[in-house]
Nanobody, 114 residues
Framework: QVQLVESGGGLVQAGGSLRLSCAAS????????IGWYRQAPGKQREWVAT???????SYADSVKGRFTISRDNDNNTAYLQMNSLKLEDTAVYYC????????WGQGTQVTVSS
């Protein structure tokens, strides 16, 4: 059974930092492209960042320079380090594992307050 479990969300003041984790099981994690997405209330889910199986990263313009995606293949975990958080970063954050199949986690809430 494949599971992706996000954690690390919470309430943080604007300008603060959070690190999200995505723990995977049931897949050969190192083969998968890992993506982070987010969905704010009333908005569509949007892509945030991606890291390939060989560690190539890409970011949405809205988070470039503030967020860092990384992965630890030995521990089947991906991370999203979020710095200089803004009010507009408030959303539910989801991780996705994509290769032969496509898997999603249940999401973790990030709330940025003023």
């Amino acid at each position: 059974q494949v599971q992706l479990v996000e954690s690390g969300g919470g309430l943080v003041q604007a300008g603060g930092s959070l690190r999200l984790s995505c723990a995977a099981s049931g897949i050969t994690f190192r083969n998968y492209v890992i993506g982070w997405y987010r969905q704010a209330p009333g908005k569509q889910r949007e892509w945030v960042a991606t890291i390939t199986s060989v560690g190539i990263t890409s970011y949405a313009d809205s988070v470039k320079g503030r967020f860092t995606i990384s992965r630890d293949n030995d521990n089947n975990t991906a991370y999203l380090q979020m710095n200089s958080l803004k009010l507009e970063d408030t959303a539910v954050y989801y991780c996705q594992a994509r290769w032969a199949n496509d898997y999603w986690g249940q999401g973790t809430q990030v709330t940025v307050s003023s």
